[in-house]
């Protein structure tokens, strides 16, 4: 079945630096969405993506929808200390069809040392 | 800012116990959703509902499961009988048009934490 395989699973970095992971599929996505959870919360949308090859920020974060439609990444630029939290990438279950469902990926945990 | 709210935060129960879980979506979509969370995995889709009716259920959404939206504003997810395995974080989410394209995107609530005993 459709499986999102997220890299890496977890990251230790110093407060101010860049943060890159990323998200991968066997399958084609029509839509790549990347949430954030903190401890004990729900997941918080934090970039949808629609289109091949898109690229989009939001604040210091910055996405893209891989052009063969099988990956995603998720840069965060500068980091903080509230960035700390897992980022998990998300995609719609059946590709164009139904409800669209999301599945979701393991997730990466960031940790960020001030 | 709208959100999705659930009642209860935290529930125990003993195994075999009913449960209801209670959300009340953002109030403009058409599109409600319940997943889960075991302690440390990812998150998993249970069952997705439109139009007063399940649409789409996983194969974790067994006959234990039931959902309904008996007003206006409320949908609950009920577990029969309780068993160990049920212990996770239920997640409501609800959307404006249905997952997988623009309006799709789904708003989660906080959660409610299940401790079956």
């Known amino acids: 079945g459709q499986q999102l395989n997220q890299s890496p699973q977890s990251m230790f970095i110093q407060e101010g630096e860049d943060v890159s992971m990323n998200c991968t599929s066997s399958s084609i996505f029509n839509t790549w969405l990347w949430y954030k959870q903190d401890p004990g919360e729900g997941p918080v949308l934090l970039i949808a993506?629609?289109?091949?090859?898109e690229l989009t920020s939001n604040g210091r974060l910055t996405a893209q929808f891989g052009i063969t439609r099988k990956d995603s990444f998720l840069n965060i630029s500068a980091s903080i200390p509230s960035d700390v939290g897992i980022y998990f990438c998300?995609?719609?279950?059946?590709?164009?069809?139904?409800?669209?469902?999301?599945?979701f990926g393991k997730g990466t945990k960031l940790s960020v040392k001030p | 800012e709208p959100e999705v709210t659930q009642t209860p935060s935290h529930q125990v129960t003993q195994m075999g116990q009913e449960v209801i879980l209670r959300c009340v979506p953002i109030?403009?979509?058409?599109?409600f959703y319940w997943y889960r969370q075991i302690l440390g995995q990812k998150v998993e889709f249970l069952v997705s509902?439109?139009?007063?009716?399940?649409?789409?259920k996983s194969e974790i959404f067994d006959d234990q499961f039931s959902v309904e939206r008996p007003d206006g504003s409320n949908f609950t997810l009920k577990i029969r009988s309780t068993k160990l395995e049920d212990s996770a974080m239920y997640f409501c989410?609800?959307?404006?048009?249905?997952?997988?394209?623009?309006?799709?995107?789904?708003?989660f609530g906080e959660g409610s934490r299940l401790t079956v005993l």
């Open positions: 998300a995609g719609p279950l059946n590709y164009g069809g139904s409800q669209g469902n999301l599945i």
């Open positions: 993506l629609y289109k091949a090859g």
């Open positions: 989410a609800s959307s404006e048009a249905g997952a997988g394209g623009p309006g799709g995107e789904l708003f």
């Open positions: 509902f439109y139009n007063n009716e399940i649409s789409e």
């Open positions: 109030s403009n979509h058409l599109y």
